[in-house]
């Protein structure tokens, strides 16, 4: 596998084959094709392993904890490597970037996790925040909490970002709804909403693409 990653680069290797390589860092001295294999089937997919919780990833045999605090730690740096590019310069000029980032960020997430994007009057990221979690299908938001942190940012835009754990990133009518009530508290401080973007295993729903705001 080293030689033909060499040769062919590490695309040329499927998904079960890099999982394998990376774990063999972690069990230099098993067999762990077996254990790749597991992690693949039981959380669909190479971003589902990685957007697994400890506890998640424990629930496989044969995955210690060196094992899980590796792969978490493979995904911190994929999420800082995608916000690398999407800081200090305009994020909506950044789309295609920012997309990137958020179904990393958020499209494996199994519980719902409430986001905002807080930028400058210049659109660049001041800070990505986590504002609520909640179940498989709802996380409590509070548009004042929203507002009251974009002041003490200085915020003068926001783009809300959440995500829907059943993998479809249609709208519903609560997020349509909720969406309403954030642009409504904004509009009296002066804060723009952007966007809201919901995140699934399926892609990623622009409120805005889809004229809903």
Known sequence: MRQ????????????????????????????????????????????????????ELATVPGVGETAAMDLKLLHEATLRAGRDKIVKRPVISSWSALLGYVRVALANESREQFRVLFLDKKN?????????????????????????????LS??????????????PTPSRPDIDMTKQIVEA??????????????GREGVASFKALGLM
């Open 4 to 55: 033909r990653a060499k040769t062919g680069g590490f695309v040329a290797l499927p998904d079960y084959e890099l999982l394998e390589l990376y774990l063999f860092r972690t069990y230099p001295r098993g067999d762990v094709k077996p254990l790749a294999k597991a992690l693949l089937n039981r959380f669909g997919s190479f971003g589902g392993v990685l957007g697994a919780t400890i506890e």
């Open 124 to 152: 660049q990221l001041i800070a990505d925040e986590v504002m609520n979690r909640g179940t498989v299908d709802h996380a409590p938001v509070y548009p004042r909490e929203v507002m009251r942190r974009a002041l003490e």
């Open 155 to 168: 915020s003068s835009n926001i783009i809300i970002v959440h995500n829907h754990p059943s993998g479809d």
């Open 186 to 199: 904004g509009k009296a401080l002066k804060i723009a909403v952007h966007d809201h973007l919901v995140v």
